[in-house]
């Protein structure tokens, strides 16, 4: 689990068995981003999403197909983002999550913040910098 932003956490694949664990570090929201079934014995994103029933953690599943970044789910990153809550959003190794997250706070955020975050968290946004300059001129 590695801290973005002030409420925004981005993981490898979670299982049903962290979900306590996230309760406990006071997590609101979890954000599936990876579809299901990319590997043999990964967890489904029911098995959690029931976990987090059960822990009364909100769920949202909002898969991204690795190289499918879409303006839907950069638009509904965004409402999550917006929100301000606790949330934490998984996929394989965490790079959809950060990718998504970069581009929905592009919307409204400075990209240099943006792209200096994502390298704080360990993730070299640069690559990034023409489509957020694009998303940002266009809200």
Known sequence: MIKVSDNF?????????????LKEQGFNLVVCNRPNDEEQGQTGFEQIEQACKEADINFINLPMVPGNLTSELITETKAIIDKNIKTIAYCRTGTRC??????A???EGNIEE??????????????????????????
Do not use: F, M
């Open 9 to 21: 956490y981005v993981s490898s694949q979670i299982d049903d068995r962290h979900v306590g664990y």
């Open 98 to 103: 950060i990718n998504l997250w970069a581009c």
């Open 105 to 107: 706070n592009a919307i």
């Open 114 to 139: 943006t792209i200096e975050l994502g390298t704080e968290a360990g993730y070299d946004l640069d690559h990034l910098r023409p489509l957020l300059k694009e998303i940002n001129s266009s809200s």
